[in-house]
């Protein structure tokens, strides 16, 4: 599967569009009601097939609601019937059910096989109208669903899912492996010794960010001026987003161009995220990977992850000697076995090149390490 997205133009019939997405809102938390109900009447979970019955009755009496393709409700269903089923199975690791949502803060609707239709060029009928769209790229293979999606600033996107049509394989072998630890100070330590920092967006933007929530917070609440600062706060968050994803992409091309085995730790982020906060954010660990992997899938690269509790940073590189304990101040430490000085994250990185280089036949693969550390 493939996903395309595509900006639709701006035009005053979007308006449509926009009530379909708040209709699904107002569905969604009907649906989430009724589930609380019926666990409160009969002490068990409600039916997906029980649910998508009853909705189909209330909208016939409802003509807001029938603006919504049934596809799009019965999509609606089964996303809370996913998420209660995900809530049941991790109900002891902190997992919440689903609960209400704004309808002004409601995002998309999805539909399936019907309620869309593709009229060559950059047009899309979408129920009864006609809408047009940026068409950055050819739409190849099946169509699956098209979701509409709303962003902050009421612009609206079409994402497409199709098949993965056949595409010609991308011959660029470099014959390389290496190991990547991923760091506070330095984003990313290769085991060859590099290193690559990060811009850390949201730091470089802070000021303005506070500026502009403070401007919003000022506005008398329900008034154009506080919606106008809001747009404008929106478009901050947005450009450091923007920013950021686009330097993730970038990097995930040069890496791959240059290694064809790419080894990383596995990372835990939500404990990440409740040590270092807004730090953690701004480096977006888990988008990069992300990324890398879809692009290192798209150039037949390998990524290769190693497990979490491998004592990376404590395990010397030179002859395997592991430290009882190492605090995370310590930023270089001298082995008391063989004597050898270890950075903390340069060390790290040659082990977990190590451990993913023995995971993977090797074959002709040239290793990525420093002359002083092989």
């Not at 098949?163 to 470099?174: A, G, V």
């Not at 760091?183 to 502009?212: H, M, R, V, W, Y």
């Not at 480096?283 to 290769?304: H, M, R």
């Amino acid at each position: 599967m493939k996903t395309l997205k595509f900006k639709l133009y701006q035009h005053k019939r979007n308006r449509y569009l926009k009530a379909n997405i708040n209709a699904a809102g107002v569905i969604y938390n009907y649906c989430i009601a009724l589930h609380k109900r019926y666990y409160r009447m009969w002490g068990k979970h409600l039916n997906c097939a029980k649910l998508q019955a009853h909705i189909a009755k209330i909208r016939k009496r409802k003509e807001f609601w029938q603006s919504v393709g049934s596809q799009a409700v019965q999509d609606i269903c089964q996303r809370i019937e996913k998420a209660y089923q995900l809530f049941f199975k991790h109900n002891k690791s902190c997992v919440r059910p689903p609960g209400f949502k704004k309808v002004k803060k409601y995002k998309s609707f999805t539909l399936k096989q019907a309620g869309y239709k593709f009229l060559g060029g950059n047009r899309v009928k979408i129920g009864n109208r006609i809408y047009q769209f940026w068409k950055s790229r050819d739409v190849e293979g099946t169509v699956k669903t098209l979701t509409i999606k709303r962003t902050p600033l009421g612009e609206l996107f079409m994402v497409i899912v199709v098949d993965d049509c056949f595409e010609p394989e991308i011959k660029s072998t470099t014959g390389n492996i290496a190991g990547f630890d991923f760091g506070l100070k330095t984003f990313l330590t290769c085991s060859d010794g590099t290193k690559i920092e990060s811009p850390q967006f949201l730091k470089q933007s802070l000021n303005a960010i506070k500026k502009a929530s403070i401007h919003h917070s000022t506005k008398l609440k329900g008034s154009s001026n506080r919606e106008r600062a809001r747009k404008n706060l929106v478009r901050k968050y947005e450009d450091i987003s923007n920013r950021r994803r686009d330097w993730f992409w970038k990097l995930a091309h040069e890496l791959t161009n240059k290694f064809d085995v790419l080894c990383f730790e596995t990372l835990y982020l939500k404990g990440m995220q409740r040590l270092w906060g807004r730090k953690i954010s701004d480096l977006a660990f888990g988008e990069f990977l992300q990324i890398l992997e879809w692009i290192a899938k798209k150039k037949n690269k390998q990524i290769v992850f190693i497990d979490r509790w491998y004592p990376s940073s404590k395990t010397c590189s030179c002859c395997g000697h592991v430290l009882e304990s190492l605090d995370l101040s310590v930023r270089e430490w001298r082995c008391p076995y063989c004597q050898s000085v270890n950075g903390r994250d340069e060390n790290a990185a040659r082990n977990i090149f190590k451990v993913g280089a023995s995971t993977v036949g090797l074959g002709d693969v040239r290793l990525a390490m420093p002359a002083f550390a092989a």
